[in-house]
C-alpha cells in the first residue's frame, strides 16, 4: 500500500477547461471549483506522502487505484430509502472524480504521471445519515506481470528436386 487517504467534503469532479478571450489571445484556465479541491487534495496526499519520509520521491511504477466517493445526502431523500448508504446517480460523474483525484495523486508529488495509473476500482454512494461526505483514495503498487515467451517457430524445409 502506497497511500490511503480520506478526503473531506463532498466529491468535485473534473470539471470543463473555460476559454477567456484577452484581446487577440486566449486564455484557458481550469473550472474554479474542481481546481480548489484539487489543490485541497493534492495538500492532504502531500502530507500524508511525505509524513515519513520528507524526501521521498514520486512513484514511478503501475499502480492500482481505489476511490470511493460519499456525496452529500439531499434533505429530499425519502424516509422509507433508510438511513444507510444509497448508490449516487447524480453529479459529478464517478469518471470525472477519478479524473480529479488522479490529477491531485501527481500535483502531491505521489506520482509522476497519471499515465501510471493501470488498474481503478471507483464506487460513488450518497453517504450514509449524520455521516460527513468524503473521497477515499487508496493507491497500491502493482506487481510485474508474467513474462510468458512467444513459442519459437518452426521452419518448414522444402524439399529439394
Not at 62 to 78: D, E, I, N, Q
Not at 96 to 113: C, E, H, P, T
Request: aromatic fraction near 4%.
Amino acid at each position: 500500500m502506497l497511500l490511503s487517504i480520506t478526503i473531506l467534503g463532498g466529491p468535485i469532479g473534473q470539471g470543463r477547461p473555460r476559454a477567456v478571450r484577452m484581446g487577440p489571445m486566449v486564455r484557458i484556465h481550469a473550472a474554479p471549483k474542481s481546481a480548489q479541491w484539487e489543490a485541497l487534495a493534492a495538500d492532504r496526499m502531500r502530507a500524508a506522502w511525505t509524513a515519513a519520509d520528507p524526501d521521498r520521491k514520486a512513484h514511478d511504477g503501475p499502480v492500482s487505484l481505489h476511490v470511493t466517493a460519499f456525496g452529500p445526502r439531499p434533505k429530499s431523500m425519502l424516509k422509507r430509502l433508510g438511513t444507510g448508504a444509497q448508490w449516487r446517480t447524480t453529479k459529478p460523474d464517478l469518471d470525472n472524480i477519478v479524473k480529479s483525484v488522479s490529477d491531485a495523486l501527481v500535483k502531491a508529488g505521489v506520482l509522476r504521471d497519471d499515465v501510471l495509473v493501470a488498474r481503478i476500482e471507483a464506487q460513488s454512494y450518497v453517504c450514509p445519515e449524520g455521516d460527513t461526505p468524503s473521497t477515499f483514495v487508496c493507491v497500491a503498487a502493482l506487481s510485474p506481470l508474467v513474462i510468458v515467451p512467444h513459442p519459437p517457430t518452426v521452419r518448414k524445409v522444402r524439399a529439394s528436386s
